[in-house]
């Protein structure tokens, strides 16, 4: 192990590759011993490696020679002289020993490096994705979700760009609820009935808040938060009770808007910056402030909407099933809710269509998650050769066999005709324009049986009324019969002049 301590150090300074020992071949017929005896020597490798990254961050500080070392194990696990795990597990011990600073510069060389773990072998290991997953989310548990709002992204996209869209990992396959919960004054109001002495020191509370609409309010995030509670009798009653009481509010509260109180024109078509905040407020002095701005409502109807979608969608998950009269109340206060958003400024019929066109494609989704969030990846279908297409392909089909089996289908049939009238389009191409081209008795045909009396065509559905129809049969008249042609008058119309040829063809 010493010698081959020093031998990766001596790689490291001369930035050279790692050779593999000659008895770490792998032999086609190699026994389940000698297999285990290689992970062993695999392992050791490994071992030794995380001492060098040891000594290296004890006795210097952290620098580029530690990323070297990170070099030298992603080569030798493509090499197999070390696991396939070897370069995550180093960078696990780095972040282990380092600050969240040091931390970033991990994490970004392990950025750096997507196209290589989007690469065999690491892309075909199950324990490596492990390992990685394990990896970042060790990392995000170290950081503060209000500080490192950035670093915390940066993790997430990482993760969804090397691991499969059906991973097990990122679908949330049981469709398991938020644990996040709103706290909130639940004894807001109680103080109404102190005498006026305790109430003074309060005076900076507004007087105008209805405490009772804001515990109905705030009792409603604990549905948003888990739906399946609306499914029980004694949860539904009361979420239908604080549904009704803030809708029926939320119809006649005025809103208010930053830019109307400093004067500005509230066009519709005008943009207007909305403040992004990670977590509500919950406290009773922003409560008729909250009321009011129109941002907020439009959260909370969002929510509204998000799930009524989640009680009405089949889910597999979901042991129990709405009642019908469940179902009619839902539908009526989607109604309601949809109309409240589109009288909501700014641009109210314009969030409406998005929010709308966003729901639908999320059907797609909850259809997906029913499945079992299968792969979006298909296998190229291989197709059993029938018999006929044997002999096809050895020469033994007759011509009229061969001729069907070049037919090519386009889906409907008139494209398929036209399609398949020749070998080639080239052919097409290059077909005899007379046979495109019809004679003048055959086009005139149609027109000449509609004005005979015993076919009971009415007048002005004549072709010869048509005026393209005109000018067509004038063109084939000027090309071949010239001499016909030669009989036509201005002052006589084309309409006369054409019933007068086709009384003498």
């Given at each position: 192990?010493?010698?081959?301590?020093?031998?990766?150090?001596?790689?490291?300074?001369?930035?050279?590759?790692?050779?593999?020992?000659?008895?770490?071949?792998?032999?086609?017929?190699?026994?389940?011993?000698h297999?285990?005896?290689?992970?062993?020597?695999?392992?050791?490798?490994?071992?030794?490696?995380?001492?060098?990254?040891?000594?290296?961050?004890?006795?210097?500080?952290?620098?580029?020679?530690v990323?070297?070392?990170?070099?030298?194990?992603?080569?030798?696990?493509?090499?197999?002289?070390?696991?396939?795990?070897?370069?995550?597990?180093?960078?696990?011990?780095?972040?282990?020993?380092?600050v969240?600073?040091?931390?970033?510069?991990?994490?970004?060389?392990?950025?750096?490096?997507?196209?290589?773990?989007?690469?065999?072998p690491?892309?075909?290991?199950?324990?490596?994705?492990?390992?990685?997953?394990?990896?970042?989310?060790s990392?995000?548990?170290?950081l503060?979700?209000?500080?490192?709002?950035?670093?915390?992204?940066?993790?997430?996209?990482?993760?969804?760009s090397?691991?499969?869209?059906?991973?097990?990992?990122?679908?949330?396959?049981?469709?398991?609820?938020?644990?996040?919960?709103?706290?909130?004054?639940?004894?807001?109001?109680?103080?109404?009935?102190?005498?006026?002495?305790?109430?003074?020191?309060?005076?900076?509370?507004?007087?105008?808040?209805?405490?009772?609409?804001?515990k109905?309010?705030?009792?409603?995030?604990?549905?948003?938060?888990?739906?399946?509670?609306?499914?029980?009798?004694?949860?539904?009653?009361?979420?239908?009770?604080?549904?009704?009481?803030?809708?029926?509010?939320?119809?006649?509260?005025?809103?208010?808007?930053?830019?109307?109180?400093?004067?500005?024109?509230?066009?519709?078509?005008?943009?207007?910056?909305?403040?992004?905040?990670?977590k509500?407020?919950?406290?009773?002095?922003?409560?008729?402030?909250?009321?009011?701005?129109?941002?907020?409502?439009?959260?909370?109807?969002?929510?509204?909407?998000?799930?009524?979608?989640?009680?009405?969608?089949?889910?597999?998950?979901?042991?129990?099933?709405?009642?019908?009269s469940?179902?009619?109340?839902?539908?009526?206060?989607?109604?309601?809710?949809?109309?409240?958003?589109?009288?909501?400024?700014?641009?109210?019929?314009?969030?409406?269509?998005?929010?709308?066109?966003?729901?639908?494609?999320?059907?797609?989704?909850?259809?997906?998650?029913?499945?079992?969030?299968?792969?979006?990846g298909?296998?190229?279908?291989?197709?059993?050769?029938?018999?006929?297409?044997?002999?096809?392909?050895?020469?033994?089909?007759g011509?009229?066999?061969?001729?069907?089996?070049?037919?090519?289908?386009?889906?409907?049939?008139?494209?398929?005709?036209?399609?398949?009238?020749?070998?080639?389009?080239?052919?097409?191409?290059?077909?005899?324009?007379?046979?495109?081209?019809?004679?003048?008795?055959?086009?005139?045909?149609?027109?000449?049986?509609?004005?005979?009396?015993?076919?009971?065509?009415?007048?002005?559905?004549?072709?010869?009324?048509?005026?393209?129809?005109?000018?067509?049969?004038?063109?084939?008249?000027?090309?071949?019969?010239?001499?016909?042609?030669q009989?036509?008058?201005?002052?006589?119309?084309?309409?006369?002049?054409?019933?007068?040829?086709?009384?003498?063809?």
């Amino acid at each position: 192990m010493a010698n081959f301590k020093e031998e990766i150090k001596k790689c490291m300074e001369a930035g050279k590759r790692v050779e593999l020992p000659g008895d770490w071949q792998l032999p086609a017929d190699a026994t389940e011993a000698h297999k285990r005896q290689l992970t062993d020597k695999r392992l050791r490798v490994e071992l030794g490696m995380r001492e060098i990254l040891m000594d290296l961050l004890v006795t210097q500080t952290f620098e580029k020679r530690v990323f070297n070392v990170l070099d030298v194990a992603i080569q030798g696990a493509q090499d197999e002289i070390c696991l396939v795990t070897t370069p995550l597990a180093l960078m696990e011990d780095l972040c282990d020993c380092s600050v969240l600073s040091d931390c970033q510069h991990v994490f970004a060389y392990l950025e750096s490096k997507v196209d290589v773990w989007n690469k065999a072998p690491f892309v075909n290991s199950m324990n490596f994705k492990n390992t990685m997953l394990r990896l970042c989310n060790s990392i995000k548990r170290r950081l503060s979700k209000s500080q490192n709002t950035v670093f915390c992204g940066r993790i997430l996209m990482f993760l969804a760009s090397v691991t499969p869209l059906a991973d097990k990992s990122g679908v949330n396959l049981r469709s398991t609820s938020s644990i996040n919960t709103t706290e909130y004054d639940q004894n807001a109001g109680q103080d109404e009935d102190k005498p006026a002495a305790e109430v003074d020191e309060q005076k900076d509370r507004p007087a105008a808040v209805d405490y009772n609409l804001y515990k109905h309010f705030w009792k409603l995030q604990r549905y948003f938060q888990q739906p399946s509670l609306c499914l029980r009798p004694t949860e539904w009653t009361d979420f239908t009770k604080c549904t009704n009481i803030y809708l029926d509010a939320a119809a006649s509260l005025k809103l208010e808007s930053v830019r109307k109180a400093k004067g500005h024109d509230m066009n519709e078509s005008a943009e207007v910056h909305e403040e992004y905040f990670p977590k509500y407020l919950t406290s009773v002095k922003l409560f008729n402030l909250q009321q009011a701005d129109s941002a907020f409502r439009r959260q909370i109807f969002v929510q509204f909407l998000i799930l009524f979608q989640s009680l009405m969608e089949p889910n597999k998950f979901q042991k129990e099933s709405l009642l019908a009269s469940r179902k009619d109340w839902i539908v009526k206060m989607q109604t309601k809710i949809l109309s409240l958003l589109k009288k909501t400024p700014p641009r109210g019929t314009d969030f409406l269509s998005s929010i709308e066109l966003i729901t639908q494609n999320e059907k797609h989704w909850i259809e997906w998650k029913n499945q079992g969030c299968q792969d979006f990846g298909r296998a190229p279908s291989v197709l059993a050769k029938s018999s006929k297409r044997v002999r096809e392909e050895n020469g033994e089909a007759g011509p009229a066999a061969k001729k069907l089996a070049l037919k090519l289908d386009l889906g409907t049939p008139e494209l398929t005709r036209l399609w398949n009238l020749t070998k080639c389009n080239l052919d097409g191409c290059k077909s005899d324009p007379s046979e495109l081209q019809p004679s003048i008795k055959d086009f005139l045909a149609e027109a000449k049986a509609q004005m005979d009396p015993e076919e009971c065509v009415e007048e002005e559905y004549w072709k010869i009324k048509d005026p393209s129809f005109r000018w067509r049969a004038v063109r084939l008249l000027a090309k071949n019969h010239l001499h016909l042609f030669q009989e036509y008058k201005v002052a006589q119309g084309l309409e006369e002049y054409l019933k007068a040829v086709m009384a003498k063809i």
